[in-house]
Protein backbone atom coordinates (compact mmCIF):
# COMPACT_ATOMS: atom_id res chain seq x y z
CA UNK A 1 0.00 0.00 0.00
CA UNK A 2 0.99 3.46 -1.11
CA UNK A 3 2.20 6.03 1.73
CA UNK A 4 -0.69 8.49 0.35
CA UNK A 5 -2.91 5.57 0.59
CA UNK A 6 -2.19 4.87 4.29
CA UNK A 7 -2.50 8.79 4.86
CA UNK A 8 -5.90 8.40 3.60
CA UNK A 9 -7.11 5.95 5.26
CA UNK A 10 -5.95 7.19 8.78
CA UNK A 11 -8.17 10.22 7.98
CA UNK A 12 -11.34 7.75 7.03
CA UNK A 13 -10.64 5.96 10.23
CA UNK A 14 -10.09 9.41 12.81
CA UNK A 15 -13.38 11.06 11.21
CA UNK A 16 -14.96 7.85 11.68
CA UNK A 17 -13.62 7.12 15.33
CA UNK A 18 -14.07 10.85 15.79
CA UNK A 19 -16.84 12.23 13.84
CA UNK A 20 -16.86 16.49 13.68
CA UNK A 21 -20.06 18.03 13.78
CA UNK A 22 -22.30 15.11 15.29
CA UNK A 23 -25.19 16.75 16.90
CA UNK A 24 -28.49 17.77 16.46
CA UNK A 25 -28.92 20.89 15.58
CA UNK A 26 -31.62 22.55 17.57
CA UNK A 27 -32.19 25.79 15.31
CA UNK A 28 -31.41 24.17 11.95
CA UNK A 29 -32.88 26.25 8.95
CA UNK A 30 -32.64 23.00 7.07
CA UNK A 31 -32.73 19.14 8.20
CA UNK A 32 -33.48 16.11 5.67
CA UNK A 33 -32.72 12.47 6.15
CA UNK A 34 -30.49 10.63 3.21
CA UNK A 35 -30.92 6.49 2.91
CA UNK A 36 -29.34 3.78 1.85
CA UNK A 37 -31.88 1.24 1.34
CA UNK A 38 -29.22 -1.25 -0.01
CA UNK A 39 -28.18 -1.36 4.23
CA UNK A 40 -30.60 0.58 5.49
CA UNK A 41 -27.97 3.05 7.00
CA UNK A 42 -29.70 6.74 7.95
CA UNK A 43 -27.76 10.00 8.35
CA UNK A 44 -29.94 12.94 8.83
CA UNK A 45 -27.88 16.72 7.42
CA UNK A 46 -28.92 19.93 9.55
CA UNK A 47 -27.61 23.32 8.37
CA UNK A 48 -28.13 26.56 9.57
CA UNK A 49 -28.29 29.00 6.02
CA UNK A 50 -28.47 32.81 6.66
CA UNK A 51 -28.33 35.04 3.71
CA UNK A 52 -27.59 32.21 1.72
CA UNK A 53 -24.42 31.00 3.61
CA UNK A 54 -24.07 28.04 5.37
CA UNK A 55 -23.10 29.35 8.97
CA UNK A 56 -23.47 25.70 10.94
CA UNK A 57 -23.71 22.08 9.70
CA UNK A 58 -24.26 18.89 11.45
CA UNK A 59 -24.86 15.42 11.09
CA UNK A 60 -26.58 12.35 13.16
CA UNK A 61 -27.34 8.82 12.00
CA UNK A 62 -25.85 5.55 11.83
CA UNK A 63 -23.70 4.01 8.88
CA UNK A 64 -20.55 2.52 7.80
CA UNK A 65 -16.91 3.94 8.49
CA UNK A 66 -16.95 5.59 5.24
CA UNK A 67 -20.24 7.11 5.08
CA UNK A 68 -19.37 8.57 8.29
CA UNK A 69 -16.19 9.74 7.52
CA UNK A 70 -17.69 11.31 4.38
CA UNK A 71 -20.87 13.04 6.53
CA UNK A 72 -17.74 14.51 9.19
CA UNK A 73 -15.69 15.88 6.67
CA UNK A 74 -18.83 17.34 4.39
CA UNK A 75 -19.94 18.73 7.33
CA UNK A 76 -16.34 20.47 8.11
CA UNK A 77 -16.10 21.89 4.62
CA UNK A 78 -19.53 23.84 4.88
CA UNK A 79 -19.46 26.77 7.05
CA UNK A 80 -18.42 29.88 5.40
CA UNK A 81 -19.87 28.58 1.89
CA UNK A 82 -22.52 29.79 -0.10
CA UNK A 83 -25.37 27.67 -1.50
CA UNK A 84 -23.78 27.91 -4.92
CA UNK A 85 -20.69 27.09 -3.77
CA UNK A 86 -21.74 23.83 -2.16
CA UNK A 87 -23.76 23.14 -4.85
CA UNK A 88 -20.67 23.69 -7.26
CA UNK A 89 -18.76 21.23 -4.78
CA UNK A 90 -21.28 18.52 -4.65
CA UNK A 91 -21.20 18.25 -8.79
CA UNK A 92 -17.50 18.24 -7.83
CA UNK A 93 -17.09 15.77 -5.66
CA UNK A 94 -19.31 13.54 -7.65
CA UNK A 95 -18.13 13.71 -10.50
CA UNK A 96 -14.52 13.36 -8.94
CA UNK A 97 -16.13 9.57 -6.38
CA UNK A 98 -17.69 8.32 -9.70
CA UNK A 99 -15.42 8.82 -12.30
CA UNK A 100 -13.52 5.96 -14.26
CA UNK A 101 -10.19 7.68 -14.44
CA UNK A 102 -8.33 9.37 -11.72
CA UNK A 103 -9.56 12.97 -12.01
CA UNK A 104 -7.22 15.59 -12.18
CA UNK A 105 -7.82 19.64 -10.66
CA UNK A 106 -9.22 18.56 -7.75
CA UNK A 107 -7.36 20.83 -5.19
CA UNK A 108 -10.62 22.42 -4.71
CA UNK A 109 -11.91 19.48 -3.17
CA UNK A 110 -9.42 19.84 0.18
CA UNK A 111 -9.35 17.06 2.26
CA UNK A 112 -11.85 15.48 0.63
CA UNK A 113 -9.24 14.02 -1.75
CA UNK A 114 -9.24 11.43 0.75
CA UNK A 115 -12.53 9.26 -0.25
CA UNK A 116 -11.02 9.35 -3.91
CA UNK A 117 -9.79 5.68 -3.02
CA UNK A 118 -13.65 4.86 -2.98
CA UNK A 119 -13.69 4.61 -6.49
CA UNK A 120 -11.56 1.43 -6.96
CA UNK A 121 -15.02 -0.17 -5.05
CA UNK A 122 -17.81 0.78 -6.69
CA UNK A 123 -20.61 -1.23 -4.24
CA UNK A 124 -18.97 1.74 -1.51
CA UNK A 125 -19.57 4.97 -3.54
CA UNK A 126 -23.04 4.78 -2.43
CA UNK A 127 -21.61 5.15 1.60
CA UNK A 128 -19.63 8.10 0.38
CA UNK A 129 -22.34 9.85 -1.33
CA UNK A 130 -25.24 9.65 1.49
CA UNK A 131 -24.62 12.88 2.92
CA UNK A 132 -24.03 14.70 0.32
CA UNK A 133 -27.34 13.63 -1.85
CA UNK A 134 -28.96 14.32 1.47
CA UNK A 135 -27.22 17.75 1.65
CA UNK A 136 -28.29 18.21 -2.18
CA UNK A 137 -31.36 17.79 -0.98
CA UNK A 138 -31.67 20.10 1.51
CA UNK A 139 -30.18 23.18 0.02
CA UNK A 140 -33.03 22.28 -2.66
CA UNK A 141 -35.60 22.85 -0.36
CA UNK A 142 -36.35 19.62 0.17
CA UNK A 143 -37.71 18.08 3.46
CA UNK A 144 -38.76 14.28 2.16
CA UNK A 145 -36.00 11.52 2.94
CA UNK A 146 -33.61 11.15 0.30
CA UNK A 147 -32.46 7.75 -0.90
CA UNK A 148 -29.20 7.06 -2.65
CA UNK A 149 -30.95 5.40 -5.32
CA UNK A 150 -32.92 8.18 -6.41
CA UNK A 151 -31.92 8.81 -10.14
CA UNK A 152 -32.50 12.35 -10.16
CA UNK A 153 -29.01 12.89 -8.49
FE1 LIG B 1 -24.49 1.54 4.61
FE2 LIG B 1 -22.10 2.22 3.78
S1 LIG B 1 -22.79 0.20 4.21
S2 LIG B 1 -23.81 3.49 4.03
Not at 32 to 38: F, K, R
Not at 42 to 61: M, P, R, W
Not at 114 to 121: I, Q
Not at 136 to 148: F, I, K
Request: hydrophobic residues 35%; glycine residues 6%.
Amino acid sequence: MSDLRELYQEVIIDHNRHPRNFYKMEDATQQIDGINPLCGDKITIYLKVVDNVIQEASFQGTGCAISIASASLMTDSLPGKTIQFVEAIFKKFHDFITATDKPTNTEELGKLNVLGGVRDYPARIKCATLAWHALHAALNESSEPVSTEDKSL
